[in-house]
């Protein structure tokens, strides 16, 4: 079964930049290598929205409003998917989960990023 965990959230001040990890702790290789996998956000008030998705093949895919300061990676050995955020606005404030592309189930805590001016 894939679970994944994500950490790395915190309190950054405007401008500042944060790196949240999301990792699958019982994955083996063959599970989690195929996986297309992806990072979102809810804000308060806000529907979830996908951030930014990477694919098996390290294909990857922003929202419009991240392009040019989020970057996705993965590291399969680790079995783990990074999203490296800069340049963080108020606006990036929001709890950031990570799932499988296009599954809607099986949501974890995600992880509190609150950026102040």
């Known amino acids: 079964q894939v679970r994944l965990v994500e950490s790395g959230g915190g309190l950054v001040q405007a401008g500042g930049s944060l790196k949240l990890s999301c990792k699958c702790p019982?994955?083996?290789?063959?599970?989690?290598?195929?996986?297309?996998l992806g990072w979102y956000r809810q804000a308060p008030g806000n529907q979830r929205e996908l951030v930014a998705l990477?694919?098996?093949?390290?294909?990857?895919n922003y929202h419009d409003s991240v392009k040019g300061r989020f970057t996705i990676s993965r590291d399969n050995s680790r079995k783990t998917i990074y999203l490296q955020m800069n340049s963080l606005e108020p606006d990036d404030t929001a709890v950031y989960y990570c799932?499988?592309?296009?599954?809607?189930?099986?949501w974890g805590q995600g992880t509190q990023v609150t950026v102040s001016l």
């Open positions: 990477i694919t098996s093949t390290r294909t990857t």
């Open positions: 019982r994955c083996i290789t063959s599970v989690f290598n195929p996986l297309d």
């Open positions: 799932n499988q592309v296009g599954r809607n189930d099986a």
